[in-house]
């Protein structure tokens, strides 16, 4: 299905700021409308030395300065999916300065699979009440003046969700920089062919729209990039440029996944994200578990 939900506004133009996490190749958005002091937060990052155990916040606290100086009104907190690579400093963030915590509605399949591979018990919600909206497909929310629509586009992850706000739209881990190609689609509920199609309801938008990467890798050495086109992707990308059809793609994306290794932070990634960015329940005694489970991913 490549039809789009809604009617794309390219005459609206949010300012986007963008905030490099270099430890885990992630990009934040601060997106605000320019006719208010309305903002929204995309993918943010909370830091993590897995090796110490150890917790901070530099990344997002960079973010929260960044909001307080220029005296804007958070009001959403975007997750485009759960996230296996970077952990996510959502609460973090609206515990300082408020807002919404927002994601798609397959969040529930995404918990209960995962629910089960770190064997969580029933204390552990999975029907998504961690977050305030559960997205559709076609829904739409307010960021002051500003009309976000929000399109499903699943295959990297059952929840991955593109946001749309004017001519920018925020694509997760669904496209990279042309020459970075896709995402892996070989997690639990992902699949290379759902993929290719989410992606073509990506590139369906109006060729001039403005596309933002969740992550950047700089391929061969050049300098990171996060922003391109819908143009841009459709002329350049490496695995779907110049018509690549779907079987050709299905083929490419399944064999390299096959020799990808797992993200190092996905055991701490899927545990915090998929709690809306907040870490497991403490002990009796005050203090905060990860667990590793053997052979379960």
């Known amino acids: 299905m490549t039809s789009i939900p809604f009617t794309p506004e390219l005459d609206v133009h949010p300012e986007v700021v963008a905030f490099f996490d270099k430890p ?3 990009i934040s958005y601060v ?14 990052v909370m830091d993590i030395d897995y090796a110490a155990g150890r917790i901070t916040y530099d990344g997002a606290d960079k973010i929260i300065a960044y909001i307080q100086d220029k005296k804007l009104d958070l009001q959403w907190l975007i997750e485009t999916h759960v996230h296996a690579d970077h ?3 959502a609460p973090y963030i609206q515990g300082k300065l408020g807002g919404k915590l927002g994601i798609g509605e397959n969040i529930k399949i995404v918990q209960e699979t995962f629910g089960k591979v770190f064997n969580e018990g029933t204390e552990f919600q999975r029907d998504g009440s961690q977050f305030d909206r559960l997205f559709t497909d076609g829904d739409s929310y307010k960021i002051g003046g500003l009309t976000a629509h929000v399109m499903h586009t699943p295959g990297h992850t059952p929840a991955c969700m593109t946001h749309v706000v004017g001519d920018a739209a925020f694509v997760g881990d669904t496209l990279f920089m ?7 689609a070989d997690f639990p509920g992902g699949d290379a062919r759902t993929l290719y199609r989410s992606i073509q309801r990506v590139l369906a938008l109006p060729a001039q729209t403005r596309l933002f990467m969740c992550h950047d890798y700089g391929p061969n050495g050049r300098d990171i990039q996060w922003e391109t086109t819908v ?21 490419m994306r399944e064999a390299r996944d096959a020799t990808l290794d797992m993200p190092k932070l996905i055991i701490p990634s899927l545990q915090v994200n998929m709690r809306a960015g907040k870490l497991p329940p403490k002990d009796e005694d005050g203090n905060t578990f990860l667990k590793v489970p ?4």
Do not use: M, Q, W, Y
């Not at 997106?31 to 943010?44: G, Q, W």
């Not at 042309?178 to 892996?184: F, K, L």
């Not at 143009?231 to 083929?251: C, P, Q, S, Y």
């Open 24 to 26: 885990t190749n992630t």
């Open 87 to 89: 952990l996510s400093a």
């Open 231 to 251: 143009a841009d992707e459709l002329e350049h990308n490496i695995h779907v440029g110049k018509g690549t059809d779907e079987d050709t793609f299905v083929a």
């Open 178 to 184: 042309p020459d970075g190609g896709s995402a892996r």
């Open 31 to 44: 997106v605000k409308d320019p006719n208010s002091n309305a903002c929204a937060v995309i993918d943010s």
């Open 294 to 297: 053997v052979n379960g991913l």
